[in-house]
């Protein structure tokens, strides 16, 4: 035992003290940077140069909010925490129990350790503070934690609390010299960012440099790519010597010139402290008579945690798609906020979905799917059902933080974005029967004159392969009142019962379940066709799209009696979505059970799969499948990224049950693999996962559960009998449609489970 002082209070230093100190969800409070890059300047030192009118020299992750949240990851050993007791000041020296001159919380009976709103009279904006926690369980209090410092804002903003863009400097992972006075480097991925280049001259000249996304076979950037893929040549004039040169990056049009609300263009801008950014992998120096002694590239990204995450498997495809996939969402941070790539840089809440689940998969992060979340709640976009996303988003946001402010903050914009102001006698909803209102949009925070479904995108256009229509929609017959449409809008009911709850409004919650549960019958009354057995596209089509079917079974609407022949239908179609609709009918073929063949979906190597991405040179996931399913595809679009959470959340099943996983799930669906691993970051701590086939008839699993969460273990299992052992001894389990059954606490777990 260790003796300590904290704020003058003598402490007996227990083995464990809560760690992961977070302060609205952000970790690093402490940090400055300046110009993208660490410094050695204190939080103090950043007010001191507000008040100077310095405002751009450090940058830090401010925190936005006068009444922040805080949370904190429980000692190991503490398996669940009964009572906690916060302390807030202006200096380390003031954090004194019944003294702390900000706030102190008391001794609160609580199971809470994130989304803990600071009370008091609300913190001041450009100040520095100290906060501490300590937590007690039945065995009494711990010591408090080490005091973490944060700054708030140095004005109260609009949205949540972020880091700021930092950059990562790096040399090629190879370069190579030829045809003359030729420099080709390549960086060994893509990502978005600026160069730099050291060139040695014995006299005044000019090099070209060329930088992009795709190359040729002899390791030269390519030149006239194609689609939206990017290349961009700078002429450089060098001077006699020997001298590093960097590259001004000029501004596309496209994503760099703000137009009002209402218009189709509203790209999110670089921050001043960066500078303009180019997405590259390649880089090519010609001309000229000099020597480019070397370069280096200066990628732009979030704060970035590449250890949060990692998978494993017995399939090497799978895995490269997975490492494609991971990649995809460190790369796309750059703007930080999520958006669609780089030829609009446009928030969409479609992308936004999917690169928040991904983002939750791979790295311990919540803030930035959070301001995303926010921004897009008063920034929607034109697509019926993407206005009807943000209820899943925000649910998403409380299922993986436990924080409820995100909630609260939206409640009202949430109400509204049900579109439940649509309905119709039939209990349906339809953008085209005249009751879209300008006030009513506006509510949704849609600035624009009107909304319309989309269903997939492109939605026409391109060559279908093994379709009948063209598109990415599988012919989808776009009628009054639309099956996806509606399937959205029970979701999106379904989760804001949910929200209502969370909030106490029990009122409302109780409204929105039973309108859920409205929706639901009707969508079955009067769009399954019951005699084929799956979905039509819409009242009085007889057109049977995929589209029509994954989402009624992605989201749970489907009776019982049809689900076979919803999924054999589903089945049927193929792979005859966008990389956006892989999302939703890979979520489908795992909610039915279909776990050998999404797995084939997962690992396929035809023209419409995540091996395609890699095989035409990408290192970020595309756009569209392929140039000829969406001809002005990028090179570097995060909502071709749903396999990154896809196999962490339904492959290895390891999902949240509870709000800040205070319960969650662990269930592999292996298919045909015989081993995998996986790490998955989440508030508490990460979970680790790993399963083998040992033989016929034997699976065994480790598994490792942060401190805080019970997890509930379902292992794969059809026999009759069987025999589990937990660490060696046997637990009692139970049988469940998808296997057998037994919940664990918290800490390292062996089981072993054989049909005997």
């Given at each position: 035992m260790l003796m300590t002082i904290l704020a003058g209070v003598v402490c007996v230093v227990a083995a464990v003290v809560p760690s992961g100190l977070r302060t609205e969800l952000i970790e690093d409070t402490e940090t400055v940077y300046s110009g993208g890059y660490r410094t050695t300047a204190s939080l103090g030192q950043v007010t001191d140069e507000w008040k100077r009118g310095n405002l751009n020299l450090f940058q830090a992750a401010a925190i936005s909010s006068p009444h922040p949240s805080f949370g904190w990851r429980l000692p190991a050993g503490m398996d669940t925490q009964e009572k906690y007791r916060i302390l807030v000041a202006t200096a380390p020296g003031k954090l004194k129990e019944?003294?702390?001159?900000?706030?102190?919380?008391?001794?609160?009976?609580?199971?809470?350790?994130?989304?803990?709103?600071?009370?008091?009279?609300?913190?001041?904006?450009?100040?520095?503070?100290y906060w501490t926690v300590k937590v007690a369980d039945g065995d009494g209090f711990t010591a408090y934690a080490p005091p973490r410092a944060f700054v708030t804002a140095r004005e109260w903003e609009e949205g949540f609390s972020r880091y700021p863009l930092v950059k990562s400097a790096g040399a090629p992972v190879s370069v190579s010299r030829h045809d003359g006075n030729v420099f080709t480097a390549d960086f060994g991925k893509a990502a978005f960012g600026q160069l730099s280049l050291t060139v040695n001259s014995h006299e005044e000249d000019t090099v070209t440099v060329h930088l992009g996304e795709a190359a040729e076979t002899g390791g030269t950037v390519r030149r006239d790519p194609g689609a939206s893929i990017?290349?961009?040549?700078?002429?450089?004039?060098?001077?006699?010597?020997?001298?590093?040169?960097?590259?001004?990056?000029?501004?596309?049009?496209?994503?760099?010139?703000?137009?009002?609300?209402?218009?189709?263009?509203?790209?999110?801008?670089?921050?001043?402290?960066?500078?303009?950014?180019?997405?590259?992998?390649?880089?090519?120096?010609?001309?000229?008579?000099?020597?480019?002694?070397?370069?280096?590239?200066?990628?732009?990204?979030?704060?970035?945690?590449?250890?949060?995450?990692?998978?494993?498997?017995?399939?090497?495809?799978?895995?490269?798609?997975?490492?494609?996939?991971?990649?995809?969402?460190?790369?796309?941070?750059?703007?930080?906020?999520?958006?669609?790539?780089?030829?609009?840089?446009?928030?969409?809440?479609?992308?936004?979905?999917?690169?928040?689940?991904s983002h939750y998969c791979v790295d311990d992060e919540f803030t930035l799917a959070r301001y995303s979340v926010d921004y897009l709640c008063r920034n929607a976009t034109w697509p019926t059902e993407w206005i009807?996303?943000?209820?899943?988003?925000?649910?998403?946001?409380?299922?993986?933080?436990?924080?409820?402010?995100?909630?609260?903050?939206?409640?009202?914009?949430?109400?509204?974005?049900?579109?439940?102001?649509?309905?119709?006698?039939?209990?349906?909803?339809?953008?085209?029967?005249?009751?879209?209102?300008?006030?009513?949009?506006?509510?949704?925070?849609?600035?624009?004159?009107?909304?319309?479904?989309?269903?997939?995108?492109?939605?026409?256009?391109?060559?279908?392969?093994?379709?009948?229509?063209?598109?990415?929609?599988?012919?989808?017959?776009?009628?009054a009142y639309n099956t996806v449409v509606n399937a959205y809008h029970y979701q999106a009911l379904k989760l804001m019962s949910g929200i209502a709850e969370a909030l106490g409004n029990m009122e409302d919650a109780a409204m929105y379940a039973a309108e859920a549960e409205r929706v639901r019958k009707n969508v079955n009354d009067l769009l399954l066709d019951t005699v084929k057995g799956y979905y039509r596209d819409g009242i009085g089509s007889e057109h049977y799209?995929?589209?029509?079917?994954?989402?009624?079974?992605?989201?749970?609407?489907?009776?019982?009696?049809?689900?076979?022949?919803?999924?054999?239908?589903?089945?049927?179609?193929?792979?005859?979505?966008?990389?956006?609709?892989?999302?939703?009918?890979?979520?489908?073929?795992?909610?039915?059970?279909?776990?050998?063949?999404?797995?084939?979906?997962?690992?396929?190597?035809?023209?419409?799969?995540?091996?395609?991405?890699?095989?035409?040179?990408?290192?970020?996931?595309?756009?569209?499948?392929?140039?000829?399913?969406?001809?002005?595809?990028?090179?570097?679009?995060?909502?071709?990224?749903?396999?990154?959470?896809?196999?962490?959340?339904?492959?290895?099943?390891?999902?949240?049950?509870?709000?800040?996983w205070s319960r969650m799930r662990i269930q592999p669906r292996p298919g045909t693999l015989s081993h995998a691993s996986i790490k998955?970051?989440?508030?508490?701590?990460?979970?680790?996962?790993?399963?083998?086939?040992?033989?016929?008839?034997?699976?065994?699993?480790?598994?490792?559960?942060?401190?805080?969460?019970?997890?509930?273990?379902?292992?794969?299992?059809?026999?009759?009998?069987?025999?589990?052992?937990?660490?060696?001894?046997?637990?009692?389990?139970?049988?469940?449609?998808?296997?057998?059954?037994?919940?664990?606490?918290?800490?390292?777990?062996?089981?072993?489970?054989?049909?005997k």
């Open positions: 019944g003294e702390a001159d900000v706030w102190d919380s008391g001794v609160v009976d609580s199971p809470d350790c994130t989304g803990v709103v600071c009370g008091g009279e609300g913190l001041m904006p450009a100040t520095v503070y990017r290349y961009a040549a700078y002429r450089v004039p060098v001077r006699k010597g020997t001298h590093t040169y960097r590259l001004a990056l000029l501004r596309d049009g496209r994503n760099s010139v703000i137009k009002p609300h209402g218009t189709d263009v509203r790209p999110v801008l670089m921050p001043e402290y960066i500078g303009e950014v180019f997405p590259f992998r390649y880089c090519e120096v010609e001309g000229g008579r000099s020597e480019v002694l070397s370069v280096e590239r200066e990628a732009v990204h979030y704060p970035w945690n590449e250890d949060a995450s990692f998978f494993h498997s017995s399939d090497t495809v799978l895995d490269r798609v997975w490492d494609l996939c991971k990649h995809s969402i460190y790369a796309t941070s750059f703007a930080g906020v999520y958006v669609d790539g780089d030829r609009e840089r446009i928030p969409y809440e479609a992308d936004a979905l999917i690169n928040q689940l009807l996303q943000a209820p899943l988003m925000a649910w998403n946001d409380y299922m993986y933080t436990g924080d409820r402010s995100l909630l609260a903050r939206n409640y009202e914009i949430l109400k509204a974005r049900t579109l439940m102001w649509l309905r119709e006698e039939n209990g349906l909803i339809s953008t085209t029967t005249g009751k879209q209102t300008r006030e009513l949009l506006r509510a949704c925070g849609y600035y624009g004159e009107s909304i319309r479904d989309i269903v997939d995108w492109p939605q026409s256009g391109a060559l279908g392969i093994g379709k009948e229509q063209p598109g990415e929609a599988d012919g989808y017959e776009l009628l799209s995929l589209h029509a079917s994954m989402f009624p079974m992605a989201f749970g609407m489907v009776p019982e009696k049809y689900k076979g022949t919803v999924l054999e239908h589903m089945k049927s179609r193929g792979m005859a979505c966008s990389v956006y609709g892989s999302q939703f009918l890979l979520d489908a073929l795992y909610e039915g059970g279909m776990d050998d063949y999404a797995l084939q979906l997962l690992t396929a190597r035809g023209e419409r799969s995540w091996w395609n991405m890699i095989r035409v040179g990408s290192t970020v996931t595309l756009e569209g499948w392929d140039r000829q399913f969406k001809p002005n595809l990028d090179w570097n679009h995060a909502w071709g990224a749903a396999p990154a959470n896809i196999i962490a959340r339904k492959l290895m099943g390891v999902e949240p049950l509870a709000p800040g998955v970051p989440t508030v508490l701590g990460p979970v680790k996962s790993s399963f083998n086939r040992v033989e016929d008839g034997v699976f065994s699993m480790e598994v490792e559960i942060p401190h805080g969460s019970v997890a509930q273990v379902i292992l794969p299992f059809t026999g009759r009998k069987y025999t589990l052992l937990a660490d060696g001894r046997k637990v009692r389990s139970r049988r469940v449609a998808a296997g057998i059954e037994v919940e664990l606490a918290s800490g390292s777990h062996s089981l072993l489970l054989t049909g």
